[in-house]
T-cell receptor
Framework: KNEVEQSPQNLTAQEGEFITINCSYS?????LHWLQQHPGGGIVSLFM???GKKKHGRLIATINIQEKHSSLHITASHPRDSAVYIC???????????FGKGMKLTVNP | DSGVTQTPKHLITATGQRVTLRCSPR?????VYWYQQSLDQGLQFLIH???????AKGNILERFSAQQFPDLHSELNLSSLELGDSALYFC???????????FGPGTRLTVL
């Protein structure tokens, strides 16, 4: 069992829909990273959070440390949001990131 | 553009060969991380350097080595290459340890 699990693995949505991507982890962590990987392969860091909630534009990330769970929400989704979304957990006192397998999002116009 | 540069963008080589991948971090960033992304394993942490010193090792094979130079650029050396080493290799940098990481565009290595 992977230490970091993401669900769903694939998601197809219509433009404008509210999207939630889930990430669960089985180890204690000091931070959780959300990354976006574009079809061309480039990786962009979206959020790094260790508690509560962060918002950037149409993206919102939340984390529940007690439940070992994080969610990434996309409001008013757009075709340009089509990408693979990856969560990665960083253990306490460690720089090592453990990655989920990613979730492929396709937003149709 | 994250400000992290990697060269080369693509590399095609044969089994048994040795290659060097280069990474220049964002200006001012002291930490450099190397990751491997293969189709079957996904993203995996390889190694982390901070201000020239190795700080953490992940799933890095003995055939692989890395270093960070005084000007903070880093190189990942892959030797005795095997078909299974074909992957995307990313480096990322951050200001210090435990900060948000910024990823380079990656080097796509194909071993034939």
């Amino acid at each position: 069992k992977n230490e970091v699990e993401q669900s769903p693995q694939n998601l197809t949505a219509q433009e404008g829909e509210f999207i939630t991507i889930n990430c669960s982890y089985s180890v204690g962590i000091s931070a959780l990273h959300w990354l976006q990987q574009h079809p061309g392969g480039g990786i962009v860091s979206l959020f790094m959070l260790s508690s509560g909630k962060k918002k950037h534009g149409r993206l919102i990330a939340t984390i529940n440390i007690q439940e070992k769970h994080s969610s990434l929400h996309i409001t008013a989704s757009h075709p340009r949001d089509s990408a693979v979304y990856i969560c990665a957990a960083r253990g306490g006192g460690s720089e090592k990131l453990v990655f989920g397998k990613g979730m492929k999002l396709t937003v149709n116009p | 553009d994250s400000g992290v540069t990697q060269t080369p963008k693509h590399l095609i080589t044969a089994t048994g060969q040795r290659v060097t991948l280069r990474c220049s971090p964002r200006s001012g960033d002291l930490s450099v991380y190397w990751y491997q992304q293969s189709l079957d394993q996904g993203l995996q942490f390889l190694i982390h350097y901070y201000n020239g010193e190795e700080r953490a090792k992940g799933n890095i094979l003995e055939r692989f080595s890395a270093q960070q130079f005084p000007d903070l650029h880093s190189e990942l050396n892959l030797s005795s290459l095997e078909l299974g080493d074909s992957a995307l290799y990313f480096c990322a940098s951050s200001v210090r340890m435990y900060n948000e990481q910024f990823f380079g565009p990656g080097t796509r290595l194909t071993v034939l």
